[in-house]
């Protein structure tokens, strides 16, 4: 179990004890108002659970919700900020300096037309008939396919 959960696991536990406590506590308190006959004496306990049934219902909403993001957490250090998944670093348009991306498929100097391949997860064994980059024509039989380069290993003839 990750981190996360184990924390989040505990968390409602801890809720969960102590919303068992603030119900003992109120059966205490009920029946000291049912055992108490003066109705002044009854003012404070009726105040005392009025709190305490307040107290469990912030309980219960926090335990029936099912947020999963950190940012809808309260923390109890408020100085501390979770981390977002894309962890990017912010750049003046002045420092920009751009990247070389490649959309290229990779160059495999093995793959020529005519040679012998064969298809990852799969035993028979195919023509190469062109390659088109990030696909390829191979012959199969008696069957043409298109089959993505990077699926293409070359025939071993171990």
């Known amino acids: 179990m990750s981190a996360r959960k184990n ?25 000291k108002f049912n055992d ?4 002044g004496s009854k003012i404070p306990i009726r105040e005392g659970i009025d709190k305490l049934i307040a107290e469990i ?12 993001k950190s940012s809808s957490m309260l923390w109890k ?4 900020k979770a981390q977002s998944k894309k962890n990017r670093e912010i750049v003046f348009k002045e420092n920009y300096i751009p990247r070389n991306i490649s959309t290229e498929a990779p160059v495999m ?3 020529q037309a005519g040679c012998l391949v064969k298809k ?10 062109k390659n088109h980059g990030s696909y390829s024509e191979v012959l199969f039989g008696s ?5 993505k380069t990077l699926k293409l290993r070359p025939f071993d003839m171990d």
Do not use: C, H
């Not at 069957?143 to 089959?147: F, M």
């Open 109 to 111: 100097p093995w793959l």
């Open 7 to 31: 924390l989040v696991k505990q968390a409602k536990q801890l809720l969960k004890d102590k919303r068992e406590d603030k119900l003992n506590q109120l059966s205490g308190l009920y029946r």
């Open 143 to 147: 069957s043409n396919e298109n089959v």
């Open 57 to 68: 219902t912030e309980i219960d909403n926090d335990l029936s919700r099912k947020d999963k």
């Open 36 to 39: 108490s006959n003066y109705e």
């Open 77 to 80: 250090d408020t100085g501390f």
């Open 120 to 129: 990852v997860g799969s035993g028979m064994i195919g023509i190469l008939i």
